[in-house]
C-alpha cells in the first residue's frame, strides 16, 4: 500500500529500448549472414505474428505513462489506481485466478512467488503482462510490463517507482522532470478564480 512515483533514471524509456532491441535485431541479422548455420532472423521492425516490434514498443510505452500510482490494500483486494489509466483490482477472496471476462477482454490476476502479476488479453489478441514486486526494504516498487500480439516476441518495459508520501485530498499537483512534484491547495485555486 501506499503512494509511488516514477524513478525516470532508472525506468526504461520505451524508444531508447526499442532502438537497443532493433540494434540487437540488425547485430543478429548480420552474424546470420555471415554464419550460414544460423536461422535467418526477419528484418528489424517487420511484421511478426500480426505485430511489428515497433507497434509493441508504442504501446508499451503508452501503458507505461503513468507517473504516479497509489496502491491500497485490505484483506479482501489489491488495488492499484494508475494516474491517467484504467485501475487494476485483483482479490484476494477465493480464486483469484478465475478470469474476468466481457466483450472489451479478459483479465486474470494472481500472485506468482512475490509477484502480483496481471495478465490483461484484448479482443485483437493483445496481451498486456504486468509484475508488480516490492524491495526488501519497502521503498521501491518494481513494475515489468510485457506487451504481445499473437507469435510476436514481447517487448518488455521495467519501470521503478519509489515510495513518497502524497499530499491529502485538498491540493492539487503536477509532476514535471524539472521540478518533480509541485503542490498548491485546492482552496487557494478556488479564491483565485472567484
Known amino acids: 500500500s501506499g503512494a509511488w512515483e516514477k524513478d525516470f533514471s532508472r525506468s526504461d524509456s520505451w524508444d531508447k529500448e526499442l532502438n537497443r532491441q532493433l540494434e540487437q535485431m540488425r547485430r543478429d541479422a548480420q552474424r546470420g549472414r555471415s554464419d550460414p548455420g544460423l ?13 511489428s516490434i515497433v507497434d509493441l514498443a508504442q504501446l508499451a510505452g503508452y501503458v507505461n505513462r503513468q507517473t504516479i500510482m497509489r496502491i491500497y490494500q485490505t484483506t479482501d483486494e489489491i488495488k492499484i489506481e494508475k494516474e491517467g489509466d484504467a485501475d487494476l483490482i485483483c482479490s484476494t477472496v477465493g480464486d ?12 486474470v490476476c494472481g500472485w506468482d512467488g512475490l509477484q502480483l ?3 490483461i488479453r484484448l479482443p485483437e489478441g493483445v496481451e498486456i ?12 516498487l ?3 510490463t510485457s506487451v504481445s500480439n499473437g507469435g510476436a516476441d514481447p517487448f518488455t518495459l521495467i519501470q521503478f517507482f519509489r515510495r513518497y508520501e502524497a ?3 485538498n491540493f492539487s499537483c503536477i509532476t514535471t522532470i524539472t521540478r518533480g512534484n509541485s ?5 487557494a485555486q478556488q479564491n ?3
Not at 536461422?39 to 505485430?51: D, E, F, N, Q, Y
Not at 503482462?129 to 521501491?140: A, I, M, N, P, Q
Not at 503542490?183 to 482552496?187: D, K, P, V
Open 142 to 144: 518494481n513494475m515489468a
Open 39 to 51: 536461422r535467418t532472423l526477419p528484418p528489424p521492425g517487420s511484421v511478426r505474428g500480426g505485430a
Open 167 to 169: 499530499p491529502g485530498e
Open 192 to 194: 483565485g478564480r472567484d
Open 96 to 107: 483469484a485466478s478465475t478470469p474476468f471476462v466481457s466483450e472489451f477482454g479478459g483479465e
Open 183 to 187: 503542490c498548491s491547495l485546492l482552496e
Open 129 to 140: 503482462l504486468h509484475r508488480f514486486s516490492v524491495s526488501d526494504d519497502r521503498e521501491w
Open 117 to 119: 502479476v496481471f495478465r
